[in-house]
Structures are given as C-alpha cells and as structure tokens.
C-alpha cells in the first residue's frame, strides 16, 4: 500500500477549510486525520500480489514513481 500524498497548497479552499475542521460536517469528518502539516493524503494506492512476500524493492520503487506520476496529473482542487 502506498500513500498518495500532495501538498495542502495543490486543495481547494474547502478542503483545506475542512482539514482545519472548518466548514460543512460531512466535509470535516471526511478529511480528518489525514494531515496536519503541508502533506495531506488524499487516498492510496493498493496493488495486491497473488503470492505472499511477492514484491520487492523494485517493485515498492516502481509503485512510488506510479504514484509521484499521478499527484504530478491530477488537479487537487476540486469544489
């Protein structure tokens, strides 16, 4: 499992309003606990292997840079 990271700055307003525990409850509870500083995980990635012990280095390496590559695509700061 891999943590999907981006900074507070890449939020919305409301979403960074929420992490605050500011704004609508639904929002809040949605987004507490997910960071206090200016790294906020917005979700994870999590690839399951059919053997156990079935990734290594460089598989966890591969999985970090498909990560890094969709922070980098994707806008954060959705309404």
């Given amino acids: 499992?891999?943590?999907i990271v981006v900074s507070r700055s890449q939020l919305s307003q409301t979403h960074q309003a929420a992490l605050r525990g500011e704004g609508p409850e639904?929002?809040?509870r949605a987004w507490a606990g997910r960071g206090t500083d200016d790294h906020v995980i917005v979700g994870v990635l999590d690839?399951?292997?059919e053997s156990?012990?079935?990734f290594d280095a460089v598989d966890a390496d591969a999985l970090?840079?498909?990560?890094?590559r969709v922070v980098q695509a994707c806008d954060w700061c959705m309404e």
């Fill in 1 to 3: 499992m891999v943590p």
């Fill in 26 to 28: 639904h929002l809040v």
């Fill in 47 to 49: 690839i399951d292997c």
């Fill in 52 to 54: 156990q012990n079935g």
């Fill in 64 to 68: 970090q840079r498909l990560v890094q």
